[in-house]
């Protein structure tokens, strides 16, 4: 079965299921030097939600160490703030449940809204909606937070990201998932 779209473009039929050997030609080169994916489940036990300041929570789902990346997913847990702070590197996020803005910006974010943000540029993040905002992000370098008079508090990146995760992994008797690290 072909699947024609409203551009009059054809995927081509896929009725087979079953693992078709794709040829490729540097296909020694890849199994050599190349890695591979990673799955992490939706179970606490693949990734537990591990406390990010007072009613937030982070559920940590890849670290990848060589370009300074990390993904996770940001649990405001009721209305609240994330303080003002600036990417250093490319953020994309998916709104998954409730709703977020930026104070500086217009718009609301709702259930499959996306989100992409540039380096450099300040923010607040906020969540009016009474139960909160879950958002998925994929984050490149560190993260620069600020207090209220705009002075630098903390910078995290990667690493803060993978000790914020063992250590409570530590702290809780809870195996570290080598799934997480790409």
């Known amino acids: 079965m072909s699947v024609v779209n ?13 693992i078709v050997d794709v040829p490729e ?4 080169v890849i199994n050599r030097h190349g890695f591979r994916g990673s799955f992490v489940g939706g179970s606490e036990a693949e990734s537990p939600w591990v406390p990010f300041g007072e009613g937030a929570a982070i559920r940590h789902l890849a670290f990848d160490t060589r370009h300074n990346f990390f993904s996770n997913i940001l649990w405001i847990k009721a209305n609240g703030v994330v ?11 998916v709104c998954l449940e409730g709703s977020a803005r930026y104070l500086e910006y217009e718009w609301v974010a709702g259930p499959g809204s ?9 923010h607040t993040l906020v969540t009016d909606h009474p139960e909160g905002v879950k958002l998925f992000g994929w984050m490149q ?23 914020h995760y063992e250590t409570y992994c530590r702290e809780h008797g809870l195996a570290v998932n080598p799934e997480l690290y790409l």
């Open 83 to 93: 303080g003002t702070h600036k990417h250093r590197g490319t953020v994309v996020m």
């Open 25 to 28: 030609l540097y296909k020694d």
């Open 114 to 122: 996306f989100i992409f943000e540039p380096p450099g540029v300040a």
């Open 141 to 163: 370098g560190p993260i620069e937070f600020y207090d209220d008079q705009g002075g630098f508090v903390e910078s995290l990146d990667v690493w803060w990201y993978i000790n």
């Open 6 to 18: 409203e551009q009059g473009l054809t995927a081509p039929p896929s009725t087979a299921y079953k």
